[in-house]
């Protein structure tokens, strides 16, 4: 053997523990890349909210919104009022539990806060009730669908 050259089969043999090598290096990182995304900041889960006030909902404006009496005072402004609503965005305030709704061109909100003081004990379910809803009654269909008791041997 000659000093300084390997033999062919020392060089395939050294290529494929550099290939091995490799393989479970670039295995590792790619594991350790896909673990690393997995982590997710503090405060992030289902339970947790990105700020104060919690979106409700949408809604749009009704006959009652356009007749408020405090928001429609007469205005010589080219203002939005609140006939020019085109939508009512809903939110509630996670600190107070206040649920404000508020026009989306004019601005103008009505709020309320249910927690802002104890419920009375008519208000505490079940609640008591004057007169009782009766339940629907069965369709027709339903009954003709329904399976006929059996017939009596002759």
Same mark, same amino acid.
């Not at 206040?98 to 505490?124: F, H, V």
């Given at each position: ?39 997710? $900041? ?71 806060? $249910? ?6 004990? !008519? ?25 006929? !008791? $059996?017939?009596?041997?002759?």
């Amino acid at each position: 053997m000659v000093s300084g050259i390997w033999p062919a089969e020392s060089v395939a043999r050294s290529m494929e523990e550099v290939q091995v090598k490799l393989l479970i290096i670039g295995g590792l990182a790619l594991a350790a890349t896909c673990l690393g995304a997995c982590n997710k $900041p503090a405060g992030s889960g289902p339970g947790s909210h990105h700020g104060r006030y919690v979106g409700i909902g949408i809604y749009l404006p009704q006959t009652p919104w356009t007749k408020m009496v405090a928001a429609n005072t007469p205005k010589e402004t080219p203002a939005a009022r609140t006939i020019d609503d085109q939508a009512i965005i809903v939110v509630i305030d996670s600190d107070t539990g206040e649920i404000r709704g508020c026009g989306d061109l004019s601005g103008y909100c009505i709020g309320m806060n $249910p927690w802002s003081k104890a419920l009375t004990a !008519a208000q505490i379910a079940p609640i008591n009730l004057t007169e009782h809803v009766r339940p629907p009654k069965p369709d027709a269909d339903a009954a003709a669908s329904a399976p006929s !008791a $059996p017939a009596a041997a002759q």
